[in-house]
């Protein structure tokens, strides 16, 4: 077990304090490469020992193994089950006035964006004043939520069931139906989430330098896709449908880690 980062947006995080949230999907880098044809819906590929192995000249089947065999193409996870994962999310400081007479003093502490009083309209709770810190920032000593791992496997990014986007933390307004149906409401839905983070170009550096621009897209129609765009001057590297790692964690609290 090893204790790790991890970053999620101010949605996300409130519906991990809701309950709502019990897995993430991340990328999987790098990609397999362009050998391995993609998988139809429903499929859903295990591991062990956290490595990943697709089977050279057979890669509908899932091999295991730690290493490249014989021209097989092995991923590990970043997380692995029993991890511990702290959660970095938007965050400030702020001083508050504690205690009266000679008792009195002023204390920092740290403020979360997700527990705004009325977040839609981005009015803050009376003593949380200053600018909000980028969640990537955030140090470990102001974490809050610490997420253990309890089950890693690799999917491609369209084969999520129903029943995971609500997992994901979908709001279950946002659809209609069982849990277990596959339709348009929980399809938009998590496309929605998915493309708000990974189908706009994002820089890629190189000792500092932006050396070409990635993205990674819920892309349609099912199969792969990969191409070579243009982004500021730079190539951006387009993969729709791409292999993912599917996390699957419950909350512990602080004195559990």
Do not use: C
Request: hydrophobic share 35%; proline share 7%.
């Amino acid at each position: 077990m090893s204790e790790k980062p991890i970053l999620f947006s101010t949605p996300m995080v409130q519906a991990i304090l809701d309950g709502r949230k019990t897995q993430t999907r991340r990328v999987m880098k790098p990609q397999p490469t362009l050998e391995w044809a993609p998988h139809s819906y429903g499929e859903v590929h295990k591991m062990k020992d956290g490595i990943f192995v697709l089977v050279f000249d057979e890669p509908v089947v899932i091999g295991w193994g730690a290493s490249n065999v014989d021209g097989d193409e092995a991923h590990k996870s970043p997380y692995q089950p029993g991890d511990v994962l702290w959660v970095r999310e938007t965050w400030k400081y702020y001083e508050k006035a504690v205690g009266k007479g000679e008792e009195f003093h002023v204390e920092q502490r740290f403020a979360y964006k997700a527990d705004e009083s009325d977040y839609e309209e981005g009015r803050p709770v009376e003593w949380y004043d200053g600018k909000w810190r980028p969640s990537i920032h955030m140090p470990r000593d102001a974490a809050r939520i610490f997420l253990r791992v309890t089950d890693v496997r690799a999917e491609r990014l369209q084969e999520i069931s129903g029943r995971d986007v609500m997992h994901e933390g979908i709001n279950p307004h946002w659809w209609n139906g069982e849990p277990e149906r596959w339709n348009n409401e929980q399809r938009r839905a998590f496309q929605k989430l998915w493309n708000k983070h990974y189908a706009a170009p994002k820089p890629v550096k190189s000792n500092g330098v932006i050396t070409h621009y990635e993205s990674y897209p819920w892309s349609y129609p099912w199969e792969d896709i990969r191409e070579v765009r243009e982004h500021k001057g730079l190539k951006w590297y387009v993969i729709g449908n791409p292999w993912i790692w599917v996390y699957t964690f419950e909350r512990i609290q602080p004195e559990g880690v």
